[in-house]
Each structure stands twice: as structure tokens, then as C-alpha cells.
């Protein structure tokens, strides 16, 4: 009755199989702004990062540690990074910071600001429109609210009994 048409996958030579993923790195980046010395600071919740960019190989060094030692998390990795994935420079600036304060989300937006502010320092004609249109140099205002008098928390109150 039926007969089997399943196909077999044609056979690909290990030259043919090229393998992308977000964490491939193809050396250095395509963009088009000046390699130069640049500064930022950054500040996100409690965390503050001095970041430091210096033309290079894309090494980075957090509080004398590398970035994946420093966050181990991915994520935190990718956020840090964006600005200079945005605008295709991977490879060209080694990034030195120094962060304190907060946690670990509040530091890795610390250096995200700080990073896409050295950038656009550098080279504003080139980056500046990029960074802003991604949201990039706007600082997140979001710090949390101070506790007030008679109630837990911020805006915790305690519990109301009716008897």
C-alpha cells in the first residue's frame, strides 16, 4: 500500500559543513569606526563601571578578571558585549573595566552603558546613531525606592485587621 519515501539526507564533505552559532567568533569585526583610545562610566541600579577601551585583540579584563570568569551567565556575557557586536568591531579593542556595587544584572548594564559610551567618544560620527537607535546610551533610571517610615518595605504596610 504505502511505500516508504523517506529520503535519505544527501552526504555533505566536512568542507561543506559550516557550522554558525551565536558564540562564533570570525576574528576581527567589519565595522567602519576609529580604533582609538576611549573612556566610559556607566551606572545601572547601585553598580558603577569605569570602562576603559584600548585598540587590541578583544581581550577583556572585569576587576582583573577575564569576562567569562567574571559572568559565567551567557546572558550576561551577550549584554556586555552588544555595543561592540552592534557595530562589528569585535577583535579591535581590548576593554579593561573596573565595576562595583550592585549585582550582577546591575553590573553587566553598568558595562554595557559604560562600553557604548567609550564607543561613541571615540568615533561620534559613526556610532553615535547606531547606539542610540538601539538604546544603548540611555541610562536606566530604575533604582529601588527608599523604605519610608511605619511600613515594611517601600510600600509594603502591615497586615490591616478589621477586629
Known amino acids: 500500500m504505502a511505500e516508504n519515501t523517506n ?5 555533505l564533505n566536512s568542507e561543506d559543513q559550516a557550522v554558525y552559532t551565536s558564540e562564533t567568533n570570525a576574528g576581527a569585526g567589519t565595522g567602519t569606526s576609529i580604533v582609538a583610545p576611549g573612556y566610559g562610566t556607566g551606572r545601572r541600579k547601585e553598580a558603577v563601571a569605569r570602562v576603559r577601551l584600548v585598540p587590541g585583540t578583544g581581550k ?4 582583573g578578571r577575564s569576562l567569562e570568569e567574571y559572568f559565567p551567565s551567557l546572558l550576561a556575557q551577550r549584554e556586555v558585549n552588544a555595543p561592540i557586536v552592534l557595530l562589528k568591531l569585535e577583535g579591535k579593542f581590548d ?3 573596573l565595576v562595583d556595587g550592585g549585582g ?3 553590573q553587566a548594564g553598568a558595562i554595557r552603558l559604560g562600553v557604548a ?5 571615540i ?3 559613526n556610532n553615535r546613531a547606531t ?3 538601539h538604546g544603548f546610551l540611555t541610562r536606566d533610571a530604575r533604582v529601588v525606592e527608599r523604605k519610608k517610615a511605619g511600613l515594611h518595605k517601600a510600600r509594603r504596610a502591615p497586615q490591616f485587621s478589621k477586629r
Open 7 to 11: 529520503m535519505a539526507a544527501p552526504e
Open 60 to 63: 577583556w579584563t572585569i576587576n
Open 95 to 97: 576593554v579593561i573595566v
Open 104 to 106: 550582577i544584572s546591575g
Open 117 to 121: 559610551r567609550a564607543l561613541n567618544a
Open 123 to 125: 568615533d561620534r560620527d
Open 131 to 133: 547606539l542610540k537607535k
